[in-house]
């Protein structure tokens, strides 16, 4: 366990929290600073489409106007129904005049707008006023039935100057309510009242957008200060990460391939952690020790096992000298196990192990390979040393075949080969090969592999 120690050092969660803390900080400033700007934006585009809408409606008043009085001159000059019906549809059904002006006053306008819409809008009721005074004297003249009329022009009532005259003159003066005596003056004073009103609309949504620009600089000058902040935040936050984490990060990798102790570097949790690895690491070479071992050895007889084995295989096969190798099977041991039971069983076997560790050399490697099958690879092996191999079978052989304890007596069943120069590919067949061979010959005994694939020596082991 690593014990408490006293460690300085900037903790990376205290600096992490105020990080995230002005981070989360100056995003809100910016986010505001952005609604401010969309809100800025919709109030520059409202003004715009304010001035555009209250022109299309001051559009709409004037083609209303002039619709009334296209339909006024037109009945003046042919007296035809149909002119009549067309200005009253226009009057009371269309009503785009009327329409328009309450739109435009449903707006807010300024006092002079509303003085400019007030005048243009007595003028045109006056204009009105004298086209039906016109519609009632052709009517007159042209002697209709009045109750075809709308109220409007039943309830207007002609002065006696104009009762007086004829049918011919009634009309004369009608058009010249219409194309005379001041009546296009009044039509371009309308125009005019209806212009100012635009210009005073202009001038107020100038003024609203130049208040709206002056606003909007103001936010997007804050918000440049604010991302000049997160900049500097980020390049601050990049500084503590490479000074506290990635740099120590690096030292720390650059112990761990050379297999050193860390450095007491970096920010506080670096510290603590370079001392707990500290601390472990001074337990790793008795742990590597140990796992080495559990991972070559047999954990039941001690001697290599079959992973060792392999891997020595591999390392001997670049090997220039000559080897021996040789393959031994318990005989019958499955009998044995099922007998007597697998704990008499392990014990047999670990008494194979000892008994083929004291016969060969420390040099050699004595392998359980798994099961009741074990291996000696013999350094420098040559066919030379075949009878000395053959009298160390032997020997075990006989120790066997003597009970010790409750341990019936068992055999081996050995097969040798010999290679020139390392382990050969051929070097572990060739010997299963000669093992084979004994198996065919009754077992308890050794055989040895000759180049020529015949089995030669097959040497019995007797009982005692």
Excluded at 231 to 260: A, E, G, R
Excluded at 324 to 330: A, T
Excluded at 378 to 385: A, D
Excluded at 449 to 454: D, N, Q
Aim: hydrophobic share 40%; aromatic share 8%; charged share 25%.
């Amino acid at each position: 366990m690593t014990k408490e120690r006293h460690v300085n050092g900037v903790r990376i969660r205290t600096l992490n929290t105020v990080m995230i803390f002005i981070s989360l900080l100056l995003f809100v400033v910016v986010f505001y600073a952005t609604l401010q700007i969309s809100h800025e934006y919709k109030a520059s585009v409202t003004a715009t489409e304010k001035y555009i809408t209250l022109q299309q409606a001051a559009h709409m008043v004037h083609v209303g106007s002039d619709s009334l009085t296209e339909q006024a001159r037109l009945y003046a000059v042919t007296a035809q129904e149909e002119h009549v019906r067309a200005y009253f549809e226009e009057f009371y059904s269309n009503r785009n005049r009327e329409k328009a002006l309450d739109f435009i006053n449903a707006e807010r306008l300024t006092p002079e707008q509303k003085a400019s819409l007030d005048r243009a809008l007595d003028l045109s009721n006056k204009l009105t006023l004298k086209e039906i005074y016109a519609i009632r004297l052709v009517a007159e003249a042209m002697q209709r039935d009045m109750a075809a009329f709308p109220p409007i022009v039943r309830e207007t009532t002609l002065s006696e100057g104009d009762r007086a005259l004829d049918a011919e003159g009634k009309i004369e003066r009608a058009r010249e309510l219409l194309f005379k005596s001041g009546y296009d003056e009044m039509k371009k004073r309308i125009t005019g009242e209806l212009l100012l009103f635009l210009e005073h609309t202009l001038d107020e949504t100038r003024r609203d957008q130049q208040v709206q620009t002056l606003k909007l600089g103001a936010v997007l000058d804050r918000q440049r200060i604010v991302l000049i902040g997160l900049c500097i935040l980020n390049v601050l936050t990049f500084l503590m990460i490479i000074t506290l984490i990635i740099k120590p990060l690096q030292i720390y990798l650059k112990c761990i391939k050379s297999d050193k102790m860390f450095e007491l570097v970096g920010a506080y949790e670096f510290k603590h952690l370079a001392l707990t690895y500290n601390d472990i690491f001074a337990l790793k070479e008795h742990q590597d020790k140990m796992l080495r071992h559990q991972a070559e050895h047999d954990p039941l007889t001690g001697l290599l096992n079959r992973r060792a084995f392999d891997s020595l295989r591999d390392l001997l096969k670049r090997d220039s000298d000559p080897m021996g190798f040789i393959l031994i099977d318990v005989d019958h041991f499955k009998e044995v196990n099922d007998t007597h039971g697998h704990v008499v069983g392990d014990r047999i076997l670990c008494r194979v192990a000892g008994l083929i560790k004291r016969a060969f050399r420390s040099g050699d490697f004595c392998i359980r390979l798994g099961g009741d099958e074990f291996a000696v690879i013999l350094k420098g092996g040559s066919p030379t040393m075949e009878q000395g191999v053959a009298a160390k079978i032997a020997d075990i052989n006989g120790s066997l075949s003597r009970p010790e304890g409750d341990l019936p007596s068992v055999s081996l069943s050995v097969g040798v080969a010999f290679s020139e120069s390392g382990f050969a590919e051929n070097l572990y067949g060739n010997a299963d090969s000669a093992l084979y061979a004994v198996k065919e010959q009754g077992r308890r005994g050794c055989a040895f592999y000759v180049p020529e694939g015949r089995i030669s020596n097959v040497y019995r082991s007797s009982a005692t």
